[in-house]
């Protein structure tokens, strides 16, 4: 018949040795027989197969005598493969004088307790382990071997490596890290600490932050403590510290919360890192940067004044030599006469453009609008400068359309000649310019085409700024690079968008589209 048995209980036993039945004293377990010495082998079997520590047990001359499941597990061998070896197949051989040291110990009746040490896995691997051995002895009390316990502490191992290299991380950051309670109280200084703020760890430790706050921060202190106790983290806050010489430095500080196991916020870590250079060189570049406003502005003003000083003189010698023209006859030297003209317009174009930059960048740039036909422009402009060209062609599509804009006239003029001058320009080989305006809803758009030298992908994106000029064309091309800033300032001062689509040696397509009224 199967016997039963309560492994756990606390036996209250007679003098003789009897288990009392029932109910123990404290009213908890009740023992159903007497146990067996074979039931009590049982039971210590199972206790050693199933407890998650190695036992081993081995004779007084280290030879092993049983080996448990956890002791397979660790160690990789089964039981089988060890039993009669000797115990050193698992020491490293720097260290078999241990197990001598332990014997003698042994021997002598005494008890090891929580030994820390290295053992050897069968594939050569490293165990560490934390190791009790006891003396086991015989009926007569005779010492016979010894009984060993050993528990993988490879996770405590681990966790104090990682300690140590937080420690030393903690240790070797230029940023200062301190750690401080709810309180405010100053419980770790690192070695950046100290170098930034001048106190040792031994010195500040216990003290209040505040040793290191401004008086007219301190209510800093009490936000960054009321946002840790909520849990929440500060970063990247700049404000400033000072030192044990009183000197203030600039930081950027991080604080985090600081929870305990069971997650409750014990404290917060405070990382202080030095932004004095940083905002030394934010306070220069502000400097250079006002510098550099002041004298765009006072190149601004000289443009403005130097343009509006040569234009009152160009006027003048324009108008005397077409006076000069109509006047003379028409003889071999009147061509000095006609390429003299032909200089000062392009002078005043010029001078005329830098008014224009000189205005926009004054936000000057205004508008004067009429209704008008914007055909009738196209073709009058087209017109004009087809008499400047023989090589090309300047076609109109669809010119019976006519749209009526109200706008600007004569700076839309201004838009046209710039887009047309410049395919001709940019068309040195000559070829057909077509010039197309269309409504589209609200809006009328208009393009010029051409089948030029094309512009550059990388170029596009910039080809509407300020003095830009497109590098491989600069070359062989004379112009100021304000034409098509202009242009887009004009549109933009409309309202409207201006664009290009462009392919290198197949030509180039410029876009607007304004308001039809507005
Ligand atoms: P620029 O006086 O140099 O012609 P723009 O502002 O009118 O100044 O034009 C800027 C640049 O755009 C020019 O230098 C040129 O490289 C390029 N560009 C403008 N129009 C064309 C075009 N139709 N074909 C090719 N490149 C052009």
């Known amino acids: 018949m199967k016997k039963e048995f309560s492994p756990t209980t606390n036996e209250t036993k007679s003098k003789s040795g009897t288990v009392h039945p029932g109910l123990q004293a404290n009213g908890t377990v009740k023992l159903k027989h007497i146990l067996s010495g074979e039931e009590k082998q049982a039971i210590l079997a199972a206790i050693v197969d199933s407890s998650e520590d190695a036992i081993i047990s081995k004779t007084l001359d280290g030879l092993i005598t049983s080996w448990n499941k956890t002791a397979k597990k660790m160690f990789g061998y089964t039981e089988k493969e060890v039993l009669g070896k000797h115990i050193s197949i698992i020491i490293p051989p ?16 005494k008890r090891i307790d929580h030994f820390e040490t290295i053992r050897i896995a069968k594939d050569g691997s490293e165990r560490n382990i934390s190791l009790t051995i006891s003396p086991v002895k015989n009926q007569e009390g005779v010492i016979i071997g010894a009984s060993k316990v050993a528990r993988d502490i490879s996770f405590k191992k681990q966790a104090l490596v990682k300690q140590a290299m937080l420690a030393a991380i903690v240790d070797f950051s230029d940023d200062a890290i301190i750690s401080k309670t709810l309180k405010g109280i100053i419980t770790s200084w690192n070695h950046a600490a100290t170098t930034m703020f001048g106190y040792t760890e031994k010195e500040i430790t216990g003290k209040h932050i505040s040793i290191i706050i401004p008086e007219d921060r301190l209510e800093e202190e009490t936000l960054i403590i009321e946002s840790i106790s909520l849990g929440k983290k500060i970063d990247h806050f700049e404000t400033v510290r000072i030192g044990k010489d009183g000197k203030e430095t600039q930081i950027s500080l991080t604080v985090s919360p600081i929870k305990d196991l069971n997650g409750k916020i014990i404290g917060a870590s405070k990382v202080a890192r030095d932004i004095s250079l940083k905002v030394a060189a ?47 006859p028409r003889n071999e030297h009147i061509n000095f006469l006609d390429t003299s003209v032909k200089q000062v317009k392009k002078l005043t174009g010029l001078v005329n453009n830098l008014l224009d930059v000189s205005k926009v960048q004054a936000g000057k740039l205004t508008l004067n609008k009429t209704d008008f036909c914007l055909h009738s422009l196209l073709k009058e402009t087209g017109k004009n400068l087809q008499q ?14 006519k749209i009526i804009i109200h706008a600007d006239r004569e700076r839309i003029e201004q838009v046209m000649v710039n887009l047309i001058s410049n395919a001709i320009k940019y068309m040195p080989a ?19 085409a051409d089948n030029g030298i094309g512009i550059p992908e990388p170029d596009l994106e910039y080809i509407f700024q300020r003095f830009y000029r497109v590098s491989s064309h600069a070359s062989s091309f004379s112009g100021s690079g304000v034409g098509l800033f202009i242009s887009a300032e ?14 290198i040696n197949k030509g180039s397509e410029f876009n607007f589209s304004i308001p039809i009224t507005n």
């Open 94 to 109: 720097e260290r078999i004088k241990e197990e001598t040291l332990i014997l003698n110990r042994i021997r002598s009746g």
């Open 282 to 328: 934010e306070k220069q570049r502000d400097l250079y940067t006002q510098k550099l406003k002041d004298l765009n502005t006072y190149k601004d003003e000289f443009m403005v004044m130097a343009s509006h000083e040569l234009k009152t003189p160009l006027t003048v010698i324009f108008a005397n030599l077409q006076l000069l023209q109509l006047l003379l």
């Open 388 to 401: 400047t060209t023989e090589k090309h062609r300047i076609i109109f599509k669809d010119p019976q359309n």
């Open 430 to 448: 000559g070829g057909d310019i077509y010039v197309e305006a269309y409504k589209e809803g609200e809006n009328v758009l208009v393009r010029v």
């Open 490 to 503: 004009i549109i933009k001062a409309h309202e409207g968008r201006i664009w290009v689509t462009s392919e």
